[in-house]
């Protein structure tokens, strides 16, 4: 017997003994209870601290909820009378409530918008209330209506600053019923947005990894991302649905143009998500209809909220979604460009470029030809890319991780379904 059959064979007996995945499901719940318990006693501390003495009833009521979830989570992932799985739905309804307190505590202290995104997304939205085309606006006269300092506008590296709509059509036309009704400060949006994606998370992973799911969107720049103004949350829910009809096509593709229809970050996707969808058909027989199926809807839904603009300029629409791509924006992120942020060696612009496109089709090829080793990866191989760009944000990366666990769930599901199906020597 060869080690790889020494260790199949060490997986069976411990799946027999340990009752298989139902075993792992049951601790997994348990452990994902304790950390969650852990995690929000920490994130609502750290609430506590920064907060007003006086903050209110609201507020304080609040972090005596989030403090009595985390006491409660722990001492149920240590009791024995209930199965822990049954109780695993604590873990996001624990991270929803975390979202929501550290959400108004977040804008008690700060009270205004803190990008410039989020003020000309809503600033597009008050324009195209009055019949104006906002990808032909200067935006800038958003920044002093909502009391934007001057420190988080996108400076450009030949001077000036980003003053236009940058972004597809979604990414306001959310806001224009709330605009319309007069509602001033539409971060709720995104709270909702979050919350959402929590409980989307934790129903689309599979089991045993279910339990864990929702605390890939508690981590504390996320936490601070949502009432900070950041958007990007707003597109995690649609992609999340298209992940899980993906074998819907014309469901999973009409998701997928909502998703897009919000930020251009879920275009980063689509030709790894072709290759796989490509390779997943031709492995099961089905031909190119599924394929056909998924571009074409999503290309409706894509084209129902932005094919307005488009038709009524499409030279500044393409100019302007274009932006975040090739623009002219100052470098700044976390990823490679830090070499030139921090100007150690004096590299042009252009090498991110062509190290983004290297990259990107170098992951295409070894896709397809290494697809059954690369298909649980297709989902997390944006935010590779992104490390290469001269923009590399943070919110470029962290979005990402829902769908890495939902990948992560259904590697080990199926293997442990091909592992125990597998003769035993």
Same mark, same amino acid.
Request: glycine share 8%; net charge neutral; hydrophobic share 55%.
């Given at each position: 017997?060869?080690?790889?059959?020494?260790?199949?064979?060490?997986?069976?007996?411990?799946?027999?003994?340990?009752?298989?995945?139902?075993?792992?499901?049951?601790?997994?719940?348990?452990?994902?209870?304790?950390?969650?318990?852990?995690?929000?006693? /920490? @994130?609502? &501390? =750290?609430?506590? %601290?920064?907060?007003?003495?006086?903050?209110?009833?609201? #507020?304080?009521? *609040?972090? $005596?909820?989030?403090?009595?979830?985390?006491?409660?989570?722990?001492?149920?992932?240590?009791?024995?009378?209930?199965?822990?799985?049954?109780?695993?739905?604590?873990?996001?309804?624990?991270?929803?409530?975390?979202?929501?307190?550290?959400?108004?505590?977040?804008?008690?202290?700060?009270?205004?918008?803190?990008?410039?995104?989020?003020?000309?997304?809503?600033?597009?939205?008050?324009?195209?209330?009055?019949?104006?085309?906002?990808?032909?606006?200067?935006?800038?006269?958003?920044?002093?209506?909502?009391?934007?300092?001057?420190?988080?506008?996108?400076?450009?590296?030949?001077?000036?600053?980003?003053?236009?709509?940058?972004?597809? /059509? @979604?990414? &306001? =036309?959310?806001? %224009?019923?709330?605009?319309?009704?007069?509602?001033?400060? #539409?971060?709720? *949006?995104? $709270?909702?947005?979050?919350?959402?994606?929590?409980?989307?998370?934790?129903?689309?992973?599979?089991?045993?990894?279910?339990?864990?799911?929702?605390?890939?969107?508690?981590?504390?720049?996320?936490?601070?991302?949502?009432?900070?103004?950041?958007?990007?949350?707003?597109?995690?829910?649609?992609?999340?649905?298209?992940?899980?009809?993906?074998?819907?096509?014309?469901?999973?593709?009409?998701?997928?143009?909502?998703?897009?229809?919000?930020?251009?970050?879920?275009?980063?996707?689509?030709?790894?998500?072709?290759?796989?969808?490509?390779?997943?058909?031709?492995?099961?027989?089905?031909?190119?209809?599924?394929?056909?199926?998924?571009? /074409?809807?999503?290309?409706?839904?894509?084209?129902?909220?932005?094919?307005?603009?488009?038709?009524?300029?499409?030279?500044?629409?393409?100019?302007?979604?274009?932006?975040?791509?090739?623009?002219?924006?100052?470098?700044?992120?976390?990823?490679?460009?830090?070499?030139?942020?921090?100007?150690?060696?004096?590299?042009?612009?252009?090498?991110?470029?062509?190290?983004?496109?290297?990259?990107?089709?170098?992951?295409?090829?070894?896709?397809?030809?290494?697809?059954?080793?690369?298909?649980?990866?297709?989902?997390?191989?944006?935010?590779?890319?992104?490390?290469?760009?001269?923009?590399?944000?943070?919110?470029?990366?962290?979005?990402?991780?829902?769908?890495?666990?939902?990948?992560?769930?259904?590697?080990?599901?199926?293997?442990?379904?091909?592992?125990?199906?597998?003769?035993?020597?």
């Amino acid at each position: 017997m060869d080690l790889g059959e020494k260790l199949r064979a060490a997986w069976k007996s411990a799946a027999s003994e340990a009752g298989g995945i139902e075993h792992l499901t049951e601790l997994f719940s348990r452990l994902a209870l304790l950390f969650s318990g852990c995690w929000v006693l /920490a @994130l609502v &501390f =750290l609430d506590w %601290v920064r907060s007003p003495f006086f903050a209110g009833v609201f #507020l304080t009521a *609040l972090m $005596l909820g989030g403090f009595a979830l985390g006491i409660v989570n722990i001492a149920l992932s240590l009791q024995a009378w209930v199965p822990a799985r049954r109780l695993a739905l604590f873990v996001p309804i624990s991270v929803a409530y975390l979202v929501v307190v550290h959400y108004f505590v977040f804008v008690h202290l700060v009270p205004f918008y803190g990008t410039d995104g989020m003020a000309y997304s809503h600033y597009s939205a008050l324009l195209l209330l009055q019949g104006r085309n906002p990808y032909t606006e200067n935006l800038a006269p958003a920044l002093p209506f909502f009391h934007i300092p001057e420190f988080y506008v996108t400076p450009l590296e030949g001077g000036g600053i980003v003053s236009r709509q940058t972004y597809p /059509a @979604l990414s &306001f =036309l959310l806001y %224009v019923p709330f605009a319309a009704a007069g509602i001033s400060d #539409l971060r709720f *949006l995104a $709270l909702f947005a979050h919350v959402l994606s929590v409980f989307l998370v934790y129903r689309i992973t599979p089991p045993p990894l279910r339990a864990f799911a929702a605390l890939t969107l508690a981590l504390p720049d996320q936490l601070d991302f949502t009432p900070g103004s950041v958007q990007d949350i707003l597109w995690v829910p649609p992609l999340l649905l298209s992940m899980y009809w993906l074998d819907r096509r014309r469901v999973s593709g009409f998701f997928y143009g909502i998703a897009s229809s919000i930020k251009p970050l879920p275009w980063l996707v689509a030709p790894f998500l072709v290759v796989h969808l490509w390779e997943r058909d031709r492995s099961q027989n089905h031909g190119r209809i599924g394929i056909v199926q998924f571009v /074409a809807s999503a290309g409706v839904s894509f084209l129902l909220f932005n094919g307005p603009f488009i038709a009524w300029d499409a030279r500044a629409w393409f100019s302007g979604v274009l932006d975040p791509f090739f623009g002219q924006d100052v470098p700044l992120g976390p990823g490679l460009s830090i070499l030139s942020q921090s100007a150690w060696f004096p590299i042009p612009r252009g090498f991110y470029l062509v190290a983004v496109a290297a990259v990107g089709l170098g992951l295409l090829l070894t896709e397809r030809l290494e697809h059954p080793r690369m298909q649980y990866l297709v989902w997390w191989l944006p935010a590779i890319l992104m490390f290469f760009a001269y923009r590399s944000l943070q919110n470029y990366f962290i979005y990402w991780y829902p769908m890495a666990i939902v990948s992560l769930g259904a590697w080990f599901r199926e293997g442990a379904i091909r592992r125990t199906d597998a003769p035993v020597a």
